[in-house]
């Protein structure tokens, strides 16, 4: 039996994006197993190996990780190795080196390098380097926008680099409703009829930025009183967007959901996504919001860019230029033709991103090393 073994860091990686690639190998009859940390339980899996990988290069229990990873790989000789995440990838990488030459093929997805066009020199100055040494023991680099891409082909040493569209969105859930079904939905979610609401979808944090979406807002406010902000993710910066949106004195016009779990729900009683990072790779959220019909006002980074086709499906800020956001956001909240033409053109350009398009591209990828 060929067997392969799925890392990351964290479990939920596989729980969220990754499930057709294990479901894909098993029906295949691969023996398919997973070292990441989390006990969430995955389908799909033959084995799942609780190993304490930690996000930071810093935290001694990835060392203990590496020699687990080690242990596994040594005793269970597999084909394939596909390791996701900068610590998943870092680990499983070195952990595979002895068993690259008994044939076992070590496949990495780079989600985002972190250094990049505009990116502080500080990220060239520790990040790429790393990646540099790793590529070499690196039998496939698959990278998920075009910079990314470029850049790897250009500077990195893997045998192999490749470019698929993201870990793809799942189609059966992300898609466009009616007007009915929208004004439903805001119903049972505690949204009137007449408010027009904006969403993000992500963690609270620096790189994510939602101070942006706040300022915004508060432009937007000022000429239309009836729109709300939905942040749907967890507080990972400790209260302070939820501070600053108080200071501007427009907090109640901002909702602070927290993790949820009916993001599609959410969507499809939406307007408008919008997204105020600094750095991504290629961003699910985005994509879900596009599958959705909404038009989107991004802030201008490689994954966005590559999501986001400015006058087209959206527009793309300047980064932290809230009041031309606020601008978009008015400009496509007060003309009705064009937002039907935006979100005609969401739905129908975000199809190759779509789980099954994605699935697809990695089947070709996965062939050079199943046989």
């Excluded at 009183?225 to 967890?234: E, F, P, Q, T």
């Excluded at 600053?244 to 599609?264: Q, S």
Aim: hydrophobic letters at 40%; charged letters at 25%.
């Amino acid at each position: 039996m060929k067997k392969i073994l799925f890392v990351a860091t964290i479990t939920e990686h596989f729980y969220y994006f990754h499930l057709p690639y294990l479901k894909m190998f098993h029906d295949l009859g691969w023996q398919v197993d997973v070292a990441s940390y989390g006990d969430i339980e995955l389908p799909f899996c033959d084995n799942r190996y609780e190993i304490p990988i930690k996000r930071s290069p810093a935290d001694k229990d990835n060392l203990k990780a590496y020699f687990m990873l080690k242990k596994i790989i040594k005793n269970n000789h597999y084909d394939i190795v596909h390791c996701h995440t900068p610590m998943g990838g870092i680990l499983a990488r070195l952990a595979s080196f002895f068993q690259r030459k008994n044939g076992t093929k070590v496949l990495y997805t780079a989600h985002g390098f972190h250094f990049y066009e505009g990116a502080p020199k500080a990220n060239w100055m520790v990040y790429f380097p790393i990646e540099y040494v790793m590529s070499m023991i690196t039998d496939c680099l698959i990278t998920i926008n075009d910079e990314d891409y470029k850049c790897a082909k250009k500077n990195l040493k893997a045998k192999n680099v490749a470019k698929v569209n993201g870990v793809g969105y799942n189609s059966d859930r992300y898609f466009s409703v009616s007007k009915e079904e929208k004004f439903s939905l805001r119903e049972k979610l505690g949204y009137k009829k007449n408010e027009k609401l904006l969403i993000y979808v992500a963690e609270m944090n620096l790189n994510k930025n939602q101070a942006m979406l706040i300022r915004a807002l508060n432009e937007v406010l000022k000429t239309h009183k009836n729109v709300r902000l939905i942040i749907a993710g967890a507080d990972n910066f400790n209260g302070e967007y939820p501070r600053l949106a108080k200071e501007l004195g427009i907090e109640a016009n901002v909702d602070f959901l927290g993790h949820r779990e009916d993001i599609d729900d959410l969507l499809h009683a939406s307007d408008i996504a919008v997204g105020s990072s600094y750095r991504e790779g290629l961003p699910v959220n985005v994509m879900e919001a596009l599958a959705c019909g909404l038009p989107v006002v991004l802030s201008d980074n490689r994954g966005h860019r590559v999501l986001g086709v400015n006058g087209e499906n959206g527009y793309i800020i300047n980064i932290n230029d809230y009041k031309a956001m606020a601008q978009r956001i008015c400009k496509i909240l007060e003309d009705d033709v064009l937002y039907e033409r935006l979100s005609g053109n969401a739905i129908k350009l975000i199809k190759p991103f779509s789980k099954e398009s994605v699935l697809l591209e990695l089947k070709e990828i996965y062939s050079q090393y199943i046989n």
